[in-house]
């Protein structure tokens, strides 16, 4: 069993940035592949951007892709999701996972553990 917590969402204006963070328990960290996903109101849950069990490998959506940057650290437990250059349309509930293997997955059927989630709000 592995729980997740996510921190770090806020409220900001367009253009500014946010980091979050996202602290895991009760399993082999280091072992796992990390996965960000957001869901905003109305919206399914979308991917984000995924990292390999080293942070050697990491995945982004197209739309985030250059504004977002996935890292981690092992010997902290901890995966963050650095977001520079925010707009409106990233407005939404951002959460971490855990895939039980050590490669990026872009798909949350791949996913095994959730956290509960940090909402992020962008201002115009």
Known sequence: QVQLVESGGGLVQAGGS???SCAASGGTF???AMGWFRQAPG???EFVAAIGWSGASTYYADSVKGR???????SKNTVYLQMNSL???DTA????????GPRVGIR???YSYWGQ???VTVSS
């Open 117 to 119: 989630g940090t909402q």
């Open 87 to 89: 707009k409106p349309e």
């Open 30 to 32: 280091s072992s796992y």
């Open 108 to 110: 949350d059927s791949e």
């Open 93 to 100: 509930v951002y959460y971490c996972a855990v895939r039980l």
């Open 68 to 74: 977002f940057t996935i890292s981690r650290d092992n």
């Open 43 to 45: 919206k399914e849950r």
């Open 18 to 20: 946010l980091r979050l």
